[in-house]
């Protein structure tokens, strides 16, 4: 199978508590299924001399340079674990539900998978047909589905009831996991898709929640809407969202909404989202492939990831 990394980019550091911003795009989306991210390598922080190289001495040796704790609260005698990572499937058709059955198939084809995070819009209009088709279809997997909301999930502009029905709990919350700890957010302003806001619901549950989580824990956030300022559609408080966060041991936060490979850094944890893996929706960067991530958490801290490519549903 050919493979072929992702390109990436290196900015200098934005404004705000940020110290250092990269992004990554997809090239013109002739590669072949399959094809491995840039990203699936170890998570490295930037050594001292890069940083000097980008003018970030004054972070160099301080609390605020990434590499500081690095891989603090791995436990190494953990053997780790892997777990799929699926964004905007976007069901709307019976046809749907067979694109689904055969995602699901190939899925399962990843031994030894422990969860599959899903990043919203699990369906294209919220109805409650639809969200049930998608929660039986991934069922499948036998293995726990952990789903946060979109904006296409939502029946009316504001009516999410038919979601929190079908998958109740499923909005603001957390789990464990051999060692790391996972927070879905719910991120969304009902069916609103761009120039949003988180709602004070998120944070209320946030400010509840975080003093009791370990912050030394590796620690994966998993919303819908993306939180990297160099990607279209992000909420507008989303700086509120991340500085929750500056004393957790964050090493990856996964988004949907923007249907494009893209990362940027917030201090060492790779923010990203991903093309989305819909029948009825077209990626937002015109590439044609779409997928999934597959993940390996490791007992030492460390997350890789490699982008899967759909092969599409079996022929009935």
């Known amino acids: 199978m050919a493979k072929r990394k992702e390109k990436t980019a290196e900015g200098g550091p934005r404004a705000g508590f940020w110290p250092l911003c990269a992004i990554a795009f997809p090239g013109d989306g002739s590669q072949a299924r399959g094809v491995k991210s840039n990203a699936q390598r170890a998570l490295r922080p930037l050594s001292r001399r890069q940083a000097m190289k980008l003018g970030l001495a004054g972070l160099v040796g301080t609390s605020l340079w990434p590499g500081w704790r690095s891989l603090r609260g791995g436990e190494t005698g953990r053997p780790g674990f892997s777990f799929v990572a699926v964004n905007d499937t976007h069901y709307a058709t019976a046809r749907c539900g067979d694109w689904l059955r055969g995602l699901v198939k190939q899925m399962s084809t990843h031994a030894g998978i422990q969860f599959c995070l899903h990043l919203g819009d699990l369906t294209d209009l919220g109805k409650r047909e639809h969200l049930i088709a998608v929660r039986d279809i991934f069922k499948e997997l036998d293995v726990p589905f952990q789903a946060v909301p979109g904006n296409h999930d939502y029946v009316a502009t504001d009516d999410r009831r038919p979601y929190d029905e079908v998958f109740p709990a499923r909005l603001n919350y957390h789990f464990k996991h051999d060692g790391w700890q996972f927070i879905g957010l719910d991120s969304t302003q009902g069916q609103r898709y761009e120039n949003t806001r988180i709602q004070p619901a998120t944070f209320a549950w946030l400010d509840a929640n975080l003093p009791s ?83 390996s958490a490791a007992g030492d801290g460390r997350l890789t990831r490699e982008f899967v490519g759909y092969r599409g549903a079996a022929p009935g």
Do not use: I, Q
Request: include cysteine; aromatic fraction near 12%.
């Open 213 to 295: 989580l370990d912050r030394a824990r590796p620690t994966v956030l998993f919303t819908h809407f993306p939180v990297a300022h160099t990607v279209k559609m992000l909420p507008l408080n989303v700086d509120a969202l991340l500085e929750r966060f500056l004393d957790f041991n964050l090493r990856e936060v996964f988004s949907g909404h923007y249907h494009a490979f893209t990362e940027c850094w917030h201090r060492s944890a790779p923010l990203v989202t991903n093309r989305c893996c819909a029948l009825v929706r077209d990626n937002h960067d015109g590439t044609k492939e779409k997928g999934y991530w597959l993940c």
